[in-house]
């Protein structure tokens, strides 16, 4: 909200009279209408292994974040030309795979992460859309500008936090909000059922269905909502079966031919018959149908192995060697500890970094090395040794902060920012992003599961920054 020298940012300047007008009274007042508004709503996730309750409303923030138009010009423009290499990144490793032959990106990087699924090769994808829903996770950089923290290409959730916060934010700062020139967001579901369709183009009418773990699932609440708002069913691996090569949805009328599957189960666990044999969550078949090209997976299986922490280094070079372009947004530092040298460095400054295993999410399985205890740190330089393929570092960032309500007073956090892109027969970034806070002072870590919390992202339209 203020500049170094504590002016206020021109385009935070009608949020911060209104503040200014407001006392901590009426401050607390919104801030619980907000979460009424939220526990009305039934907005939840899920906290593994917590002892008193799974089940818990999303903290969320009262003050929204502003991004100014030029800004988010140059974010958007900088996620799109991600997007496009990535997904011809995809093609490629599972088709020709010239980026490794040309050795852009190691062979082994790619072909032997855990995510890597050999039963995608040489399958058509539509569009040669892999990832049809990418929720890349930004940070502003001490210079400003935003910088790419790593990619969400496998089943990103979010987005329906974006759009509950964007709601309840309405209803905390009305006049505030239709002042400013607020990019809207509201078309989200229409643009993913869009988005879906177009990858069964070839079908006069395609039927989508959202496929969710179930109820018990962390992210459950979104699947339930996003197939509200899109109007299409919400199913379950139980409700679909697979013949002759084809899926359809059990319904009370018989059988219903499904043509697009917006799935939100993990790779292991999608058909029994082909990965994890053990899992109830999937159908039996449906890759096989897949691979016949009478249904649609949306995101396509394997799409994991691009936003691989390790191959997440490459990502600059794999713009580079596709577009003919440099990198928007910037990758930060990272180092690989594959590397021997890169091992070292890191062995020896693991109090200073950040070290991550490859296939983790959720702030889980990860060591901050400035906030660690000599313990911890032992017991991570022992798994970089006997696993170092396993783990990448970076160096501790300083998350740039975004105002927040705590205890009835406006105090500085750290916030991330993750915008949502759309892929299919066109690339639509939404302008408008879930912004992650660490609620906790001090802390850095931004994930729900963590402790964190969100708030509403406002995107203005352009000369939105100067409204009064």
Same mark, same amino acid.
């Given at each position: ?108 990087? *790619?072909?032997?992460?855990?995510? &890597?699924? /050999?039963?995608?090769? #040489? $399958? ?5 859309? =892999?990832?049809? +829903? ?107 079966? *697979?013949?002759?090569?084809?899926? &359809?949805? /059990?319904?009370?009328? #018989? $059988? ?5 599957? =917006?799935?939100? +189960? ?203």
């Amino acid at each position: 909200m203020y500049a170094a020298d504590g002016s206020v940012r021109p385009h935070f300047a009608a949020l911060a009279r209104r503040l200014q007008a407001l006392g901590p009274g009426e401050l607390d007042e919104r801030q619980r209408t907000l979460e009424r508004f939220f526990l009305l709503q039934g907005i939840t996730f899920t906290v593994y292994g917590a002892e008193s309750s799974t089940e818990r409303i999303i903290p969320t923030d009262l003050l929204p974040r502003i991004i100014p138009a030029h800004e988010w010009a140059r974010v958007e423009s900088g996620l799109v030309q991600r997007l496009q290499a990535l997904n011809l990144f995809l093609a490629d490793i599972y088709g020709d795979r010239s980026i490794l032959k040309d050795g852009v990106v190691p062979r082994e990087l *790619v072909l032997g992460a855990p995510s &890597y699924r /050999r039963e995608m090769q #040489g $399958l058509y994808v539509p569009h040669q859309a =892999y990832a049809n +829903v990418c929720g890349s996770d930004l940070i502003r950089q001490e210079s400003g500008e935003f910088a790419v923290l790593e990619d969400n290409l496998r089943v990103p959730s979010g987005v329906s936090y974006m759009l509950a916060n964007r709601e309840a934010s309405k209803r905390t700062f009305p006049g505030t909000f239709r002042l400013a020139g607020v990019r809207q967001i509201d078309r989200y579901p229409d643009l993913l059922l869009s988005t879906l369709r177009s990858m069964a183009e070839w079908r006069p009418n395609p039927q989508v269905v959202v496929l969710t773990p179930g109820v018990y699932n962390s992210a459950y609440y979104e699947h339930a909502y996003l197939a509200r708002l899109m109007g299409v069913p919400l199913v379950e691996g139980r409700d679909l079966v *697979v013949h002759d090569n084809m899926v &359809y949805m /059990r319904t009370t009328t #018989g $059988l219903r031919r499904i043509d697009v599957i =917006y799935r939100r +189960v993990d790779d292991d666990f999608i058909d029994p018959l082909t990965f994890r044999r053990d899992s109830s969550l999937g159908v039996a078949g449906l890759f096989n149908a897949y691979r016949a090209g009478t249904v649609v997976i949306c995101n396509a299986p394997g799409t994991g192995v691009a936003d691989d922490k390790a191959v997440y280094a490459y990502v600059p070079e794999i713009i580079r060697y596709y577009l003919g372009e440099e990198p928007i947004l910037p990758n930060i530092e990272t180092f690989l500890c594959r590397e021997p040298v890169e091992l070292s460095h890191v062995l020896a400054n693991l109090d200073k970094l950040v070290v991550k295993a490859v296939g983790a999410s959720g702030g889980y399985g990860m060591l901050v090395g400035p906030h660690s205890t000599a313990a911890e740190r032992e017991v991570f330089a022992q798994a970089l040794k006997a696993n170092p393929d396993n783990y990448i570092a970076q160096p501790t960032i300083q998350l740039s902060t975004a105002p927040c309500l705590i205890d009835g007073q406006v105090e500085a956090r750290h916030v991330d920012l993750r915008p949502f892109i759309l892929s299919g027969e066109k690339i639509t970034v939404t302008p408008g992003a879930l912004t992650r806070v660490a609620l906790r002072k001090g802390s850095l870590v931004v994930n729900s599961s963590q402790g964190g919390g969100s708030k509403d992202t406002w995107v203005l339209a352009d000369g939105g920054e100067t409204q009064p």
